[in-house]
Each structure stands twice: as structure tokens, then as C-alpha cells.
């Protein structure tokens, strides 16, 4: 594995982790949180719209693309629909369910949602390192405050920091297994069958970032920052795209 691939597996690790640190020990403001997210969505679409579906048009068809974004958006909307979890913008529970209650719904729909992302990271790096790496980056942003979200009511349940870092840190397992074995699987199947499943990344990107991270990142909006935040993430985009 070279260095690149190692820094996306670095960074998809650390992301829950990074998040967890900051839950346990200072909790940032609500706008810093929604620039994070409305920068994160931008990449994520970006990358969407700019490099996987014409990625996938090139390997595969239109209809091959089409189906594949189908597909992959349908898969989140499932993960959605047989494990709910909290977004991310919210930080808390909004149906008035005790603080431990909440707080292992919060962990096990993260957990279980993360897997699907991985196997995102994977399509890029099969096809792209760079491309996996920007991906990685998207969604490493996506999940600090998810990383938050999840380790701070496990502090106000526990007192423990240690505890609470520890059991909110576990959510990176599943984006590590998810992309390890992707990876391995997708370097041996035909080109139309990678195809359809960059484009599912694609759906699976595109419903992330529609269903939580623009949402989030408008809620409450007090000022303009986040518009700012979410262009420069096209921007950094474009540019990676150059490199």
C-alpha cells in the first residue's frame, strides 16, 4: 500500500477520532460546525458531479451511470429507514428521549451508517488515488462532527472523557472494514461493473450530502459564512482536479 493510500486510510480514521477528542473536551460553535458541514457537502457533491459520474459514463453507458446513482442513493435511503440516526447540524436528540437512550441511538446509527462510506473511499482509489483521497477528505470532514455528536452525551453520561473518547472512537471501524475489503473486491471486476459502482458512490455521496450536510449547515443560519464555505470547497475541487 503506498503513502497515498495509507493517508486515506490515516484519514478516515482519525476523523471519528479527532471528532470524539473535541466532544469530550470543548465543543466548538454551532456556526463553525455548519461552515465544517456546508464545506464538506461542497466537496462531496463536487466530486460527485465532476469526477464519478463522468468516471462512470466513461467505463460503463449513460444508462449504466443512471442506474448505479440510482442504486446507490436507494442504499442510503434503506440504511436511513432500518437504522435512523441523528444529523450531524442538530447535535442532539429531538425526540425527547433520556440522555442514554439518546446517546446509543446517536452511536449505533452512526456506526452502522459508516460502512457504506468506506466502500466510497474504496471506488475512488480503484479507480483514482487522488480521487479517493479527496473523497476521504470530504467525508473525514463530514464525520468530525458526527464524532462530536457521539462522544458528548456518552461524557455526560459516564464522567468519564477516557470512556466516552474510547466507546465514540469505534464509529472509524466500520469506514476502515468497509474500505479494506472494498478495495480488495473491486480490482478484480469488469469495467462495467465499476461503473455501476462508482456511480452508486456517487447516489451514495449525493444523498449524504442532500439529506444532512445542506440542511445542517442552514440551520439556524446567522450569517452568510457557510455560502462562502461550501464555494471554496468547489474550489478546492476544481483545483485537486488539476494536480
Known amino acids: 500500500m503506498d503513502s497515498t493510500l495509507i493517508l486515506i486510510v490515516a484519514l478516515s480514521i482519525l476523523s471519528p477520532v479527532i471528532g470524539s477528542a473535541i466532544g469530550v473536551f470543548k465543543k466548538p460553535s454551532q456556526q463553525a460546525i455548519y461552515n465544517l458541514l456546508a464545506f464538506a457537502g461542497s466537496i462531496m457533491l463536487s466530486i460527485s458531479f465532476l469526477e464519478l459520474l463522468p468516471e462512470a459514463i466513461e467505463l460503463g453507458s449513460i444508462g449504466l451511470a443512471a442506474i448505479g446513482l440510482s442504486v446507490g442513493a436507494a442504499l442510503m435511503y434503506f440504511f436511513d429507514k432500518l437504522i435512523p440516526h441523528i444529523h450531524p447540524g442538530a447535535l442532539q436528540q429531538e425526540q425527547g428521549a433520556s440522555l442514554k437512550k439518546s446517546a446509543h441511538f446517536i452511536f ?3 456506526f452502522l451508517h459508516n460502512f457504506p462510506e468506506g466502500i466510497a473511499m474504496a ?3 480503484v479507480t483514482d488515488v487522488s480521487l479517493s483521497l479527496t473523497i476521504a477528505l470530504g467525508l473525514a470532514i463530514h464525520n468530525i ?4 455528536l457521539t462522544a458528548a452525551p456518552y461524557y455526560k453520561i459516564t464522567g468519564s472523557r477516557m470512556k466516552a473518547f474510547l466507546i465514540s472512537s469505534t464509529t472509524a471501524i466500520p469506514i476502515l472494514i468497509g474500505f479494506i475489503i472494498s478495495y480488495f473486491v473491486f480490482q478484480t471486476i469488469s469495467e462495467s461493473v465499476l461503473s455501476f459502482l462508482i456511480a452508486a458512490t456517487a447516489g451514495i455521496m449525493i444523498y449524504i450530502t ?8 442552514s440551520f439556524k443560519l446567522v450569517n452568510h ?4 464555505s461550501f ?4 474550489v478546492l475541487v476544481l483545483f485537486l482536479g488539476y494536480l
Open 108 to 110: 449505533w446509527g452512526i
Open 145 to 148: 462532527p458526527e464524532g462530536i
Open 210 to 217: 442532500v439529506d444532512e450536510l445542506i440542511p445542517a449547515s
Open 231 to 234: 464555494m471554496l470547497g468547489i
Open 225 to 228: 459564512s457557510t455560502i462562502f
Open 123 to 125: 471506488a475512488g482509489a
